[in-house]
Structures are given as structure tokens and as C-alpha cells.
């Protein structure tokens, strides 16, 4: 049985996000050797709290090689948890596999899990016929939006507008979504996804690959949502964050939510997220702001 590393939340779980201006961006777990034939577990979700509701719970499997480290995308995985003083398991959950949209290899398992109570949670993941055990510290409260919460009404960079952000996209070329500021429309009565993510400085290599995906997806829903996509940092050398991210304090990249025409969030997404589970982040914000 192989075992993870465990570190608080800020870092994240076993070495996956390393802290890196401020924000906490995915790399390989330093647990894998470049020469182990182990494959480990690695939590991937970098702002899980104590919650009596579901959350989105995330992993990917990883080897050392030769050559670094290696993704590993295709066996079936389920995780089972340890609650902070419990003597006994939760039963085992199967895991989503998502690769649409994502790096080739490198596919993110899901699974929604409630954390009802914060501290060290033990975790296990099992997968072909090996289990990797993980260790988890939740805080009580999330650092980034939730479900159920406002959004924040900060603008965020455009091109009439760049709020000291210069590049506002990373990507080459530039994306089609830096036309209108997010204080405009949130809470207006449209619906609205915004994708925070850098291309050009995403340590996880995710950024890039979420944003070329959201811009194809978005085709679909275009006349109903509107889209904004914020880069994370105020300029290339990637030291200090936008005032957009700031404001939305969030603790990793790339994230991916919903708002409703009220302004609320109603789903968020991080770290990694293919085709479809952005369809349906975006059918649940249609359905949520046809019954608001």
C-alpha cells in the first residue's frame, strides 16, 4: 500500500499544489522518485471545507519514471474517507473520469463527497487491485465563493478598462472574452461564467488546454450565458494577482464558475475540468436561473 504525504490545505495535499505568488498552482507530488513504478493517488481540489453539503472531490494518479513524472488516466478508481476522530470508513464512491478537453494522459477523476467537519480527514483511494492512502486538513470555512453565495461585484480587466493588468489574457491569441467587466454583468439578470486561469504562466499546464475547451463549449450556450474569462496576474512575471482575483480570493488556478442572473454562485469548478463537466456547470446555471 502506498501513502501520500500530508500537508495542510494552503500547500495542498501531497506536494499536488505548491504555493507559488500568493497562489496555489498543481505540480508533481515530491512522495514520487523519477524512478518509483508506484502510481499514487494525488487529492487534486485545493479549497475543500467542512460542509454538510456535497463538494467536489478530485484526483489524479501519478508515477515516477525515468523521465519525471508520468499522468496516468484509465483505470477505474473509487475513495472511500476517515472523518477526524472516527474509527471507521466511509463506504467506498467510484470516481468520474474526465479527459475531454484535457491534457492527453492526464484526465481528473470526481466524485462528490460531503466533508461535514473540519480537520485531518483520512482517504484511500483503490485502483487497480492497490490502494493509496492520503490525508487531508480542512478548514471550516472555504477561502474562495460557494455555492449559495453572492459573487463578488469587482470588475475585472478589459481592454477599454485594463485595471493595471497588461497582458489582460495570456493566451496567443488573445481571447474573445475580455469585453465586458464582471462588476457589469453579475447580478444583472443574465447568467454569467467566468474562467479564472493564465495560459502562459500555469505552472499545472491546465490553464491553457480549460480555455480553449470553455471557448468551443461555449458556443452552445453564448446567446444565454455571458462569458468572461480573467487572467490571474497583473503582468508576465506573475508576481502579484489581478484585483479581479484578489477579490474573488482565490487559493488556486485555473477555477471555472457560474453566477445566475441574482448574482449568486452556483457552481464552481478548479484545478482541472474537461468538456463535459463544463456542459454541465452550464445546464445546471440555466436550469438554476430559470427557476430563481
Known amino acids: 500500500m502506498s501513502e501520500a504525504p500530508s500537508l495542510s490545505r494552503r500547500a495542498f495535499l501531497g506536494g499536488g499544489l505548491v504555493l507559488t505568488g500568493g497562489l496555489a498552482v498543481a ?27 456535497p463538494q467536489r472531490f478530485t484526483v489524479v494518479l501519478q508515477q515516477g519514471t525515468h523521465d519525471g513524472i508520468k499522468y496516468v488516466a484509465g483505470p477505474e478508481v473509487e475513495v472511500r474517507f476517515k472523518a477526524p476522530g472516527s474509527g471507521s470508513w466511509t463506504p467506498y464512491t467510484p470516481m468520474q473520469l474526465d479527459r475531454a478537453g484535457l491534457p492527453k494522459g492526464r484526465g481528473v477523476y470526481r466524485a462528490a463527497v460531503t466533508f461535514a467537519q473540519p480537520g485531518v480527514w483520512n482517504g484511500q483511494a483503490r485502483f487497480n487491485d492497490t490502494t493509496t492512502k492520503f490525508r487531508m486538513e480542512l478548514a471550516a470555512d472555504a477561502m474562495a465563493p460557494v455555492p449559495g453565495e453572492a459573487a463578488p461585484r469587482a470588475a475585472s480587466p478589459t481592454r477599454e478598462a485594463p485595471l493595471g ?8 491569441p488573445e481571447c ?8 457589469d454583468v453579475i447580478g444583472t439578470g443574465r447568467p454569467t461564467a467566468v474562467l479564472f486561469a493564465t495560459p502562459a504562466l500555469c505552472t499545472s499546464m491546465y490553464c491553457g488546454p ?3 475547451e470553455l471557448l468551443d463549449v461555449r458556443t452552445a450556450y453564448q446567446d444565454r450565458i455571458t462569458f468572461a474569462h480573467v487572467d490571474i496576474y497583473k503582468n508576465l512575471r506573475g508576481t502579484t494577482q489581478s484585483p479581479t482575483v484578489l477579490a474573488w480570493k482565490l487559493p488556486s ?11 449568486n454562485i452556483v457552481t464552481r469548478l478548479d484545478t ?18 430559470a427557476a430563481s
Do not use: N
Open 27 to 53: 505540480r508533481a507530488a515530491p512522495a514520487l522518485a523519477a524512478t518509483s513504478s508506484k502510481v499514487y493517488a494525488i487529492p487534486f481540489s485545493s479549497d475543500l471545507y467542512a460542509s454538510p453539503e
Open 272 to 289: 482541472a475540468f474537461g468538456k463535459d463537466e463544463m456542459q454541465l456547470a452550464l445546464d445546471d446555471l440555466l436550469t438554476a436561473s
Open 165 to 172: 493588468v497588461k497582458p489582460i489574457c495570456t493566451r496567443v
Open 253 to 263: 488556478e485555473p477555477w471555472l464558475f457560474t453566477v445566475d442572473g441574482a448574482g
Open 210 to 212: 480549460v480555455l480553449d
Open 176 to 183: 474573445p472574452l475580455h469585453d465586458t467587466s464582471l462588476a
